[in-house]
Structure formats: C-alpha cells, structure tokens
C-alpha cells in the first residue's frame, strides 16, 4: 500500500523569535519524513523576501521546498523574475495562486486569474516547476456557481498543473462529492486535501470567514460552548480533526497537507495517532 502524500504549509516569519519558532517546529515535522514544506505569499508579494529566505533556508536543511506565488499585483516581468531566481536555487515545485489584493488597492497587475499565472509559468519555464494549485470543495467565496468553480479549477490543470490543495473543511463528503465531481469533468490528477487543526474559535472563524471555508453548525456550536477552556477544545478538536483525516485516507486521499500556522504539537499528536509518514 503505497504511503500518503504529508506536507506542511508554514508563513514566514517577521520576528527573530518567530523564525527561531519556525525553525523548531520545522525539526519536529522533518521526523514525518514530508513531501515537501510550503511557503507562503503575502497578499500582493508582501512577503516576497522573507517566503524566498524561508525556502532557501528549509532547502539548506535537506528539505523540498515549494514557495507559494501569486499573479496578483504583479506583472509578467516580475514573475518572471521570481522563477529565474527559483530556477537557478534549485527550487522546483510551486503553489500557483492568484492571491489577494493588499488592503484599499484595486490593481490586478497582468495576471488576474491563476490559471493565467500557470499558462505563463509553462510557457516561460517549461515543466521545470512542478506546479500546485487550490482547489475548493466547498466552493471559492466569489464563485458565482458551482459549476463556474469547477471550470475555473479545471482551466488550472488544462493550463498545466499537476497536482492541487484543497481549502480546509470539515465535512469529508464535501471532499468526496467534489472529487466525484472532478472525476466526472475530465480532472484526474492527484488532489490532496489540506487539513486546518483546531487552536481556538475565535482564530478559526476569522479565517474560514475570509476563505469561504464552512464550519458545521454542530461543531461550531461544540467549540463555543467550551468557552475559555482552551485545553477542552483543543482536546475536542484534535478528536475531530483526527477523526476527519481518518476517513480522508480510508476513502482515498493521495495525502493530507496541513495548515500549521507554524506550529507543530498538534500535527504532531494527529500524525502520531493516524501512524502517519510521508514518502
């Protein structure tokens, strides 16, 4: 049985105590042996020196690295740019977003969908970069339908991507419709399904608010009532998370890519309870 596919999103850091933080929860998700670490873009390339510092540094340590990069605000020259330098530090693998805007701009810069952003990568790169994409079981928050949402993720993978992201959720049949769906339109690559552990409800509805991502109500409800008592709900969400991962794998996920928001105990105690090691 061939093991799945486990890997890690981390954000670069901004503090000296971040990184050392970073550094330090990279060392205790290297013993699950990941297919890779991802990095991320700040909205509008906010980011872009420390995601490259980041990636250089996880790439010194023996390790895959696939900075993200977004089209937004950017232009094809940029771009361009950035996948020169990539290329020539040895980075070959890419998460391919088109990125959010930075607050009160109204810019798109030359790229105004990710799929625009992959077309260009291939034709300027080749297959060089293995590219990653997002794909939305539960819809993108400006879908205007779902059957547009499907479409705009299979222009993606028409336009050369290999393999995708989900966003985070917690209902797996979404996971599993979405799949049956992709199946039924022509999109057979590998999709392997991102994870979001549970650290507090305050943090997790701000960002599920902002991705679209849904919360059941049964389980929202469940992590309110616990109130100030982090270790409950942290203990109730590892349950729930461990339990959702479970049946990812048993109904035929490729892997599982978890949103670590730089930390690892948690990651580490769900891995450890599912007997997990990437590849």
Request: hydrophobic share 40%.
């Amino acid at each position: 049985m061939t093991a799945p596919m486990i890997s890690f999103e981390f954000f670069p850091p901004k503090t000296a105590e971040g990184l050392a933080k970073l550094r330090e929860t990279r060392k205790q998700l290297a013993l699950l042996n990941p297919k890779f670490f991802s990095v991320t873009f700040g909205a509008g390339g906010s980011t872009r020196d420390r995601t490259l510092e980041t990636v250089l540094e996880i790439q010194s340590e023996g390790h895959e690295a696939a900075p993200h990069i977004s089209g937004v605000s950017s232009s094809g020259e940029e771009i361009q740019g950035l996948l020169e330098t990539y290329r020539n530090k040895g980075i070959n693998r890419l998460v391919v977003l088109r990125g959010d805007l930075p607050s009160g701009e109204v810019s798109a810069g030359d790229f105004h969908y990710a799929n625009e952003l992959v077309s260009f990568i291939r034709q300027t790169t080749g297959d060089w970069f293995h590219i990653e994409v997002a794909a939305y079981p539960e819809f993108h928050p400006e879908a205007r339908s779902p059957s547009a949402d499907l479409m705009h993720f299979k222009n993606k993978i028409d336009a050369g991507a290999n393999t995708a992201i989900t966003q985070y959720f917690y209902n797996p049949d979404a996971y599993f419709r979405f799949m049956d769906q992709c199946q039924s339109a022509g999109i057979n690559v590998p999709i392997v399904p991102g994870v979001m552990p549970i650290y507090n409800i305050t943090q997790l509805a701000r960002f599920s608010d902002v991705c679209g991502a849904d919360i059941p109500r049964w389980l929202r409800l469940r992590l309110q009532d616990y109130g100030d008592d982090l270790a409950s709900l942290r203990a109730f969400g590892l349950d729930v998370v461990t339990e959702l991962c479970q049946k990812l794998l048993a109904g035929g996920a490729p892997g599982l890519h978890f949103y670590t928001l730089n930390q690892a105990g948690i990651i580490s105690t769900i891995a450890s309870h599912l007997n997990l090691q990437g590849d």
